[in-house]
């Protein structure tokens, strides 16, 4: 079947998800058209309702000063708290494990903090060899910060030669086989770059059947694929909201800890009073009483402009649900997938494995040679994507915001550009 543009405009009137695009800001090219925005797997747009949730934060703080922490239309007191119920449906878990606070980066470390406790006889990690920057810092300097070498202590998985993604078997031959030297598996939930899905309830399973933890870094699979966290098994997980989840650059983070951890206080952590007992935490006691809950590894009290936006966005999530998008997720992303398998064969590759459960809303694609001047082509032409060295271009087809005729878009700028 040949696609068209008319055929991808049917597609989007056929589909009344399509209305959700009307709350979103799409950012605009000088002439006025929108850009084809397929960067939000990067940074999500910007809800219209944001601005509004924003202006309530500098209003209560401009008329109420301080008393805002309590008397503000929303108090800032306990404001972390309205958005704990909604971000545990977004990554299935119950609302006590769930907490909004930092960054992903920092979460990452607090969490190692408890959770990588590492021995003489039990101190390796498993992590993906292409793992995102931030994470491979994070893992090896908290390797270092215990006396272990990176070297010794980190055990990478890789693809299979002339393979681009990780064979779920191999990973749990890996953890099998690291058996009672593994401390930690640490994973992205979908990887940056090549888009891979991973089974977190199997991995994790085969962690724990090894005695070792398992953590999860879900900056690509938040707001992108439904999770069930709680029934996985998992120990832990960290992600940013400015992804899928269309909080804004740089805004507050999620974290996960399974509700078996709550009352461990043996367990070593970095403290702060907004992780200190509510009832007891302006009393200004010398001694740390940790709240039982994910909201225990808190530090500070936290930026509420952040949280408004981040409040702003997960409304609209819970109007529409995670399975909901999910599904149109899948659709628009079937689509694309369809549109680049009629490039001529060997032109391009797309890398994202094709299964249900094995991919998200992204597709990286491979362009032969790294030939980044396709890339530079295709946003000249008004495609926002990114580039990901050495070779790869990746755009994500947002079910919020994206449709039919972004993918059709994209599809003849990115043939035209080869
Ligand atoms: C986006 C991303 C980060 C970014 O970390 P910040 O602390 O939010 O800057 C880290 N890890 C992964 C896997 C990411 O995708």
Not at 159 to 184: C, F, K, M, Y
Not at 303 to 308: D, E, F, M, T, Y
Not at 365 to 378: A, D, M, R, V, W
Request: charged share 20%; proline share 5%.
């Amino acid at each position: 079947m040949t696609h068209t543009l008319a055929q991808a405009q049917e597609l989007d009137r056929q589909d009344p998800l399509s209305a959700l695009r009307e709350k979103f800001w799409i950012p605009l090219q000088k002439d006025g058209t929108p850009y084809v925005y397929l960067c939000g797997n990067s940074l999500g747009l910007q809800p219209k309702i944001t601005a509004q949730y924003l202006q309530q934060e500098l209003e209560d703080w401009k008329n109420l000063g301080v008393e805002g922490h309590f008397h503000a239309k929303n108090p800032w007191m306990p404001y972390h708290e309205f958005l704990t119920a909604y971000m545990a449906k977004i990554v299935g878990a119950k609302p006590s494990e769930v907490v909004v606070m930092n960054t992903l980066s920092v979460n990452i470390h607090l969490l190692m903090v408890s959770f990588y406790r590492p021995s003489k006889e039990r101190f390796k990690i498993i992590m993906e060899a292409d793992a995102f920057p931030s994470d491979r810092y994070a893992i090896e300097s908290q390797i270092k910060f215990h006396g272990y070498d990176p070297k010794d202590a980190l055990v990478e998985l890789k693809a299979r030669p002339g393979e681009v993604t990780l064979r779920e078997e191999d990973i749990h031959t890996t953890i099998r086989q690291t058996g009672d030297a593994l401390a930690l598996v640490l994973l992205g939930g979908v990887n940056y770059y090549t888009g891979q899905a991973f089974d977190l309830k199997a991995i994790t399973q085969e962690a724990h059947q090894v005695g070792s933890i398992a953590g999860f870094d879900l900056a690509h699979m938040a707001g992108n694929i439904d999770v069930a966290l709680h029934d996985s098994g998992a120990d832990f997980a960290a992600w940013c909201t400015y992804k899928y989840l269309n909080s804004g650059p740089g805004s507050v983070a999620g974290a996960f800890v399974h509700e078996r951890h709550h009352q461990n206080h043996d367990l070593p952590r970095f403290a702060g009073w907004w992780g200190h007992d509510k009832a007891t935490r302006f009393n200004m006691r010398h001694d740390f009483k940790a709240i039982e809950s994910a909201e225990g590894w808190q530090l500070s009290n936290p930026p509420i402009l952040s949280l408004a936006a981040i409040r702003a966005s997960l409304s609209i999530f819970a109007e529409v649900g995670m399975e909901t998008l999910r599904d149109r997720a899948w659709r628009l992303t079937q689509y694309l997938r369809e549109l680049l398998a009629q490039i001529p064969d060997g032109r391009i590759h797309v890398i994202t494995p094709s299964e249900r459960h094995r991919c998200g809303a992204q597709l990286s694609i491979q362009i032969p040679n790294g030939n980044k001047k396709i890339f530079e082509q295709i946003t000249a032409d008004g495609v926002i994507a990114d580039w990901r060295e050495p070779d790869v271009i990746r755009v994500a087809p947002a079910p919020l915001y994206n449709s039919y005729e972004d993918c059709y878009r994209f599809y003849e700028i990115l043939r035209n550009a080869l």
